[in-house]
């Protein structure tokens, strides 16, 4: 008889390759679909960035590939959050939101005192040496996100209700509304917008009662109609939305990026004019290129299909991220999922709107797409947080 050490011996042995690749382990089980999309925008991106930036020597120091290299950076380190989140988990990352929203909290505070920094108007950002700085703010994002889903989800998904009940729809809207109070003292109206965005898709989400739904337009409202009364935004924000409800308005100062950003658009035609050769682009004349109108460059000089490849690879990535709410197992997961489309979704549709004229400038960038290290380490995490509620999944489904 063959000895069990000769058996183990003569059974064929999988390779690490093997052992990561083999059905239902979690690397086999992410959507890469999604993944690709996600790192198609972003690598994609880095051109439009470069060419965007490669000729104006006061940003770049006169480095030519100055924001290239930060913008791959900034993607390679997205990607390792990313697989840090996967890697942690749906259930144990549950257990750590606490600490995140603290934290995230915490961070959003030191804005507000000495140490922020005041970029564009808004004290947004709190900056570190080497020119290295964070945006807390785009954290906050995802941190509404799953402080939400973890109240409303709890008593849901331990079989105690079928819907979540009133005290808890309660608290979950007090956890979303401190950090969007301290944003709103930056202030960071953009990210306010977005953030109001997520909090209805998440509400809907957790089948919490229509009135809700309902009652938080409603004090959406109002509340948007109180800060325009009582003066808490800046004087370039009250322009941004007199330049959008009136295009005409000041082409020369106001209204310039608009128009700069339509003419460049408008300029590429069907194809383009060619990568590095967009008038606009090349002459300067766009401000924030390299940010919130990034899209005017795949505009330019890729043209209407450059810029309608991107938006294509942004709703196969948000198609996916739906299909991931639709089958999630849990509420927690079904929430977080569609909390995470939401925020994609309107972010995405506001500064391509505002690119195009057809929504106010609100200073949000484009997701994957623009440059920025807050903002590329948060979608890359919300990506994250997508997988980790795939995997979560039985196989089979």
């Not at 322009?239 to 209204?255: K, S, T, Y």
């Not at 924030?288 to 690879?313: N, R």
């Not at 195009?356 to 380490?377: H, K």
Request: aromatic share 8%; glycine share 12%.
């Amino acid at each position: 008889m063959t000895s069990s050490y000769s058996q183990y011996r003569l059974a064929p042995q999988r390779s690490a390759v093997g052992r990561v690749l083999a059905k239902g382990s979690p690397l086999r089980r992410l959507d890469w679909i999604m993944v690709l999309s996600a790192l198609g925008l972003s690598l994609g991106s880095s051109l439009l960035v470069w060419s965007a930036t490669r000729g104006r020597d006061s940003l770049t120091h006169g480095d030519p590939q100055y924001f290239l290299l930060r913008h791959l950076t900034n993607l390679a380190i997205g990607l390792v959050l990313c697989g840090i989140v996967v890697l942690i988990g749906s259930r144990r990352l549950r257990t750590a939101v606490p600490v995140v929203y603290v934290v995230v909290l915490l961070m959003l505070l030191a804005v507000l005192t000495p140490l922020g920094s005041t970029i564009n108007g808004a004290k947004a950002w709190i900056q570190f040496g080497g020119g290295f700085s964070i945006q807390p703010a785009e954290f906050a994002k995802f941190v509404i996100i799953l402080a939400m889903a973890m109240v409303l989800s709890a008593r849901v998904d331990a079989g105690e209700r079928e819907h979540p009940p009133t005290r808890s729809v309660l608290q979950s809207l007090g956890l979303a509304a401190l950090p969007m109070a301290v944003i709103m003292l930056m202030p960071d109206l953009g990210s306010v917008m977005v953030m109001g965005v997520i909090i209805l898709g998440v509400l809907l989400a957790s089948g919490a009662a229509d009135r809700w739904v309902f009652g938080l337009l409603g004090a959406g409202a109002l509340g948007a109609a109180g800060i325009w009364q009582l003066g808490v935004l800046s004087k370039y924000q009250i322009d941004r939305f007199a330049a959008f409800a009136n295009p005409a308005l000041d082409p020369a100062g106001v209204g310039y990026n608009t128009a700069q950003a339509r003419i460049a658009i408008g300029s590429g035609g069907l194809t383009g004019m060619g990568l590095f050769k967009g008038t606009q682009t090349t002459g300067q004349f766009v401000p924030e290129q390299q940010t919130d109108f990034v899209f005017t460059v795949a505009g330019e000089e890729l043209g209407f299909v450059g810029g309608l490849g991107l938006i294509l690879l942004l709703g196969l990535l948000l198609w996916r991220a739906c299909k991931i709410a639709r089958q999630a197992t849990d509420l927690f997961g079904t929430i977080v999922a569609a909390g995470v489309v939401s925020w994609f979704a309107f972010q995405a549709f506001e500064n391509i709107g505002m690119n195009l004229g057809i929504m106010p400038v609100a200073g949000l960038p484009l997701p994957f797409v623009s440059y920025g290290g807050s903002s590329m380490f948060a979608v890359w995490i919300g990506v994250g947080l997508l997988q980790c509620v795939r995997t979560q999944r039985p196989i089979g489904i």
